[in-house]
């Protein structure tokens, strides 16, 4: 990810030095394509972690149900 970050502000910086012509546009698409990648993986890594979060305090609950259960059974 750190990569993909660093080429597209590569290639935000190309585009700003180069200013206009064909190769900016292709510098441009280069650096939407690369930051747009980025956001996606960031939401992803965000949307496991969140998933993970949820199943942890699932967890916990199932827990202190049987806990529940067992110290009023016993």
Do not use: C
Request: charged share 20%.
């Amino acid at each position: 990810m750190v990569i993909l970050a660093a080429g597209g502000f590569f290639s935000l910086w190309k585009l700003i030095e180069i200013g206009s012509g064909p190769d900016a546009v292709k510098w441009a698409a280069a650096a939407i394509i690369l930051l747009t990648m980025v956001s996606f993986i960031k939401v992803y890594f965000w949307m496991r972690m969140e998933s993970n979060r949820v199943i942890r305090e699932v967890k916990r609950l199932e827990l202190q149900i049987a806990r529940l259960q067992a110290n009023t059974s016993g």
